[in-house]
């Protein structure tokens, strides 16, 4: 086999280009539908409507970026091949547009990373202010709560004092209904016949009702704390983690947008 067979055997194949140039120019569209998916309807005063999209975009924005790597590629490839230079005109040299739709891009990626990460804090904001005011919400209504079952438990044993043999009688119920609990009970089980002693013993119960409402108030505010900074905690990582997650992406895309699109541009003015 002669080298000239060789080297024909070698040479690149216009296959070869035009698969590459098809399946960059299919990669471009791609994204760029996918883009416009994302876009519409627009929505830019809801906020949560632009993190979403932001992250949709960053998510796939990739895909134009290899598109246009294939495309060069194939591009390149083609123009070895037919050993043709540079258009007659800027204009129409599709890779003058397509470096300046990298730019385009390069110039998106960059202002959405600040403003995804504006927003992000804004509505890690938004919902520690909720996550507060729902606390604040809970303990409230628990105090309130807790405050009618004194009032309510005080009364019935003020009642209790007044009949001693009504309370024996009835120490089932006031089991059943949480007014006293076993020991309790037993307790007034042991002081049946014994009227001065028990209502003694029910005025002493009364008296640590406050006590005992005042504890049960602070365990529920330690609880509801507690939660209030788990969430909290959660919250801000997660929004950290997406800042860094997004914006990263967003910056590595839009240096790769521009690196591409600035280098081609400044390679077609220099022939």
Not at 91 to 106: E, H, I, K, N, V
Not at 149 to 154: D, L, N, S, V
Request: glycine share 6%.
């Amino acid at each position: 086999m002669t080298s000239s067979a060789k080297s024909a055997g070698n040479a690149p194949s216009p296959i070869a280009a035009l698969a590459l140039k098809l399946v960059g120019g299919i990669a471009i569209v791609a994204g760029l539908v996918d883009f416009f998916v994302f876009l519409l309807p627009p929505d830019l005063v809801n906020r949560g409507w632009r993190l979403l999209t932001v992250e949709n975009l960053v998510e796939r924005g990739i895909v134009p970026l290899v598109g246009i790597a294939l495309l060069f590629c194939g591009l390149w490839l083609d123009g070895y091949i037919s050993g043709k230079g540079k258009s007659t005109s800027l204009m129409q040299d599709s890779r003058f547009w397509t470096c300046a739709f990298a730019c385009f891009l390069g110039v998106f990626f960059t202002i959405a990373a600040p403003f995804y990460v504006a927003d992000v804090f804004h509505q890690r904001q938004e919902r520690l202010n909720q996550v507060s005011d729902r606390a604040s919400q809970v303990q409230s209504q628990f105090e309130q709560r807790l405050a009618q079952e004194q009032a309510q438990r005080i009364a019935v044993f003020e009642q209790l004092q007044q009949n001693p043999d009504q309370t024996i009688a009835n120490v089932d119920q006031l089991i059943a209904q949480n007014i006293i609990n076993a020991e309790q009970a037993e307790q007034i089980r042991q002081l049946q016949g014994q009227p001065e002693q028990l209502k003694e013993y029910l005025a002493q119960q009364a008296s640590q009702i406050p006590n005992l409402a005042e504890e049960a108030r602070n365990r529920a505010v330690t609880e509801i704390g507690t939660e209030q900074q788990e969430t909290t905690a959660q919250l801000q990582t997660a929004a950290l983690k997406n800042s860094i997650r997004i914006a990263t992406n967003s910056v590595l895309l839009a240096l790769g947008y521009f690196i591409i699109g600035i280098s081609g541009i400044r390679r077609l003015l220099a022939i």
